[in-house]
T-cell receptor, first 108, second 116 residues
Framework: KNEVEQSPQNLTAQEGEFITINCSYSVGISALHWLQQHPGGGIVSLFMLSSGKKKHGRLIATINIQEKHSSLHITASHPRDSAVYICAREATGNQFYFGTGTSLTVIP | EPEVTQTPSHQVTQMGQEVILRCVPISNHLYFYWYRQILGQKVEFLVSFYNNEISEKSEIFDDQFSVERPDGSNFTLKIRSTKLEDSAMYFC??????????????FGSGTRLTVV
């Protein structure tokens, strides 16, 4: 199975709020990726994780390999963070299997 | 910053016609991929390509699909006889060989294919 599950599917937050998006997967991975997709469709890579935690600006991504679970956090959220955030499992052949995405709207 | 370039950005074609979607991957990347996203659905893996051959393909990638690297820069996806259900955004991606320190997994901006 290639399932990657994300929650929530939709999220609305007030500007400044701390946001968490969760991802779980059912099979082994070579890496776990977080990506961002804007309304125009383009996909941008945010993080690649194989263990632990990574931080880039206001974004933090964590992974627990034993529990097959990852989280993406956004601190001090801003309207420009509004996008679809996607978790993807990288298989041994380097191809991605995508989650369904979390649509985030940050209201001023 | 290096980009993966896809052309055209939008293509409309009649059912039954052949279409070729084109991609120029990042120059020092060795792995190439095609994904598709049907409107309102998740992105799905179609095929990966390495060393001039298909390395993995999904159930979606049936006999009506083919990929080719006709020269040193282009990577193409051909759909032989399009169906209405082929309407989707098609993304090309490329990645480097991490074993030699070339990192990065980059997506193109997509080609929106509409079959009428």
């Amino acid at each position: 199975k290639n399932e990657v599950e994300q929650s929530p599917q939709n999220l609305t937050a007030q500007e400044g709020e701390f946001i968490t998006i969760n991802c779980s997967y059912s099979v082994g991975i070579s890496a776990l990726h977080w990506l961002q997709q804007h309304p125009g469709g383009g996909i941008v890579s945010l993080f690649m994780l194989s263990s632990g935690k990574k931080k880039h600006g206001r974004l933090i991504a964590t992974i627990n390999i034993q529990e097959k679970h990852s989280s993406l956090h956004i601190t001090a959220s801003h309207p420009r963070d509004s996008a679809v955030y996607i978790c993807a499992r990288e298989a041994t052949g380097n191809q991605f299997y995508f989650g369904t995405g979390t649509s985030l709207t940050v209201i001023p | 910053e290096p980009e993966v370039t896809q052309t055209p950005s939008h293509q409309v074609t009649q059912m039954g016609q052949e279409v070729i979607l084109r991609c120029v991957p990042i120059s020092n990347h060795l792995y190439f991929y095609w994904y598709r996203q049907i409107l309102g659905q998740k992105v799905e893996f179609l095929v990966s390509f390495y060393n001039n051959e298909i390395s993995e393909k999904s159930e979606i990638f049936d006999d009506q699909f083919s990929v080719e690297r006709p020269d040193g820069s282009n990577f193409t996806l051909k759909i032989r006889s399009t169906k209405l259900e082929d309407s989707a955004m098609y993304f090309c991606a490329s990645s480097g060989d991490r074993r030699i320190g070339v990192y990065g997994y980059t997506f193109g901006s997509g080609t929106r294919l509409t079959v009428v």
